[in-house]
């Protein structure tokens, strides 16, 4: 059975709903009551646990995760609550346009300038409600802004597509793999904090112009993802050169950036690959087609997948920016699969493609009249190493 069918297959449980109440994922879930998620969420995260137990026992260090209850650590850290259809982070809101349900999302101050150009108003919702669905991306998508149509990505596609490029031996380990992770916010630090857990070195790039976004929000929170990794800070467009005798000495790099931002720095990803290399590609929409160039966020991507759950007015918020701690996972777990495999990889994760895969099934609308207990959140193993501390050291071992 492929990676596919073994995480999306998977029938529910009879303790599925038990789990998500005690998680604390519920509590972020809904409107004025705690609320259930689709049927098809909760069979998922459980084949995310096993999967990454078995992959990671295969190569030296198994790891043991409760998925369910990670969904809400940043929550937990940061204080968050369900806030119906504001999401937890308080950034994206779900609002009703002529034909249908848009999540918006404006995190930074930029996206909010951007509003009257988008819409003739600085009301949002005013602005929304009087366009229909698909003219309203179209105009945010051309802005730059994130948003998505309720339920606009469907299952025609797998939620992880991947290129071969290249061949290498398989792998049976992970301790002596180098992991490379230019990512930032949630699912690629993820994705590259499992691979600390499971004994790999995993070294951090960020851009000396735009450090990693999370380092401002709740140092706990970066410390979980961070700690026993090393940190580069690279000048990316100036130190070009560098950067590629990086990602050539990785054996797995994880990206989350839109493709052509590669594309602009010199870098060759499926050269990359050709060489022996996985690389893993986070995107909201997907490395091809339209959906290439659109930003997303965990909150809109996952509007977009239809992983929404329901209050009896409409559509609302599951747990917190939840496609992106499922894609971090997903993205793991495939990178694993093609490690082993013998490497030579592109893999393409999508948010809101992950997302549609867990929401096939919705609940009935009875209310969830247990207890819902509040998210948690590991304790971090030590603290992130501060920007840069290990550029020069890093730089001279791998050639670069």
């Known amino acids: 059975m492929d990676l596919h069918h073994r995480l999306f297959d998977t029938p529910p449980a009879a303790d599925d709903d038990g789990r998500w109440a005690d998680s604390g994922a519920m509590a972020l879930t809904g409107g004025a009551a705690p609320t259930l998620p689709p049927r098809s969420l909760m069979p998922v995260l459980r084949s995310l646990e096993n999967e990454l137990a078995a992959r990671t026992a295969e190569l030296g260090t198994r790891v043991d995760v409760d998925a369910v209850a990670l969904l809400g650590e940043r929550a937990a850290i940061a204080g968050l609550t369900r806030r119906g259809r504001t999401s937890c982070g308080g950034s994206t809101r779900l609002l009703r346009a002529r034909d249908g349900w848009l999540a918006v999302a404006l995190p930074r101050p930029d996206d909010v300038a951007l509003v009257p150009a988008w819409l003739g108003t600085d009301d949002v919702a005013r602005g929304i409600e009087g366009r229909d669905a698909v003219e309203g991306i179209e105009a945010g998508v051309l802005l730059g802004l994130a948003c998505a149509r309720l339920g606009e990505t469907t299952t025609s596609c797998h939620a992880v597509r991947w290129q071969r490029h290249g061949g290498a031996a398989p792998r049976r380990s992970l301790r002596d793999a180098l992991v490379v992770d230019l990512s930032a916010l949630w699912a690629g630090p993820l994705c590259g904090h499992l691979f600390t857990s499971a004994g790999a070195r995993v070294v951090k790039v960020e851009s000396a112009s735009r450090l990693d976004g999370a380092r401002g929000g709740p140092p706990a929170f970066f410390d979980l993802l961070h700690a026993g990794q090393e940190s580069v800070v690279l000048d990316l467009r100036a130190e070009r050169d560098r950067l590629r005798s990086v990602v050539r000495a990785a054996d797995i790099v994880i990206d989350a950036s839109r493709p052509r ?30 959906g290439a160039g659109r930003i997303a966020f965990g909150d809109d991507a996952a509007v977009a997948g239809g992983l929404v759950a329901a209050d009896g007015g409409g559509p609302v918020f599951v747990a917190d920016a939840v496609a992106d701690p499922l894609a971090g996972m997903v993205a793991a777990v495939a990178a694993l699969d093609r490690f082993a495999a013998g490497g030579g990889w592109v893999v393409d994760v999508s948010m809101a493609r992950v997302a549609a895969w867990c929401a096939v099934t919705h609940p009935p609308p009875d209310p969830w009249t247990g207890p819902a207990a509040p998210p948690r959140a590991r304790r971090a193993a030590g603290t992130a190493a501060p920007p840069g501390r290990d550029t020069a050291r890093v730089l001279r071992e791998l050639g670069a």
Not at 270 to 278: E, F, L, R, Y
């Open 261 to 290: 931002a590669m594309s602009q720095l010199g870098v060759d990803v499926h050269d990359i690959a050709a060489g022996g290399t996985v690389w893993v590609s986070i995107t909201g929409h997907g490395r091809d087609g339209p």
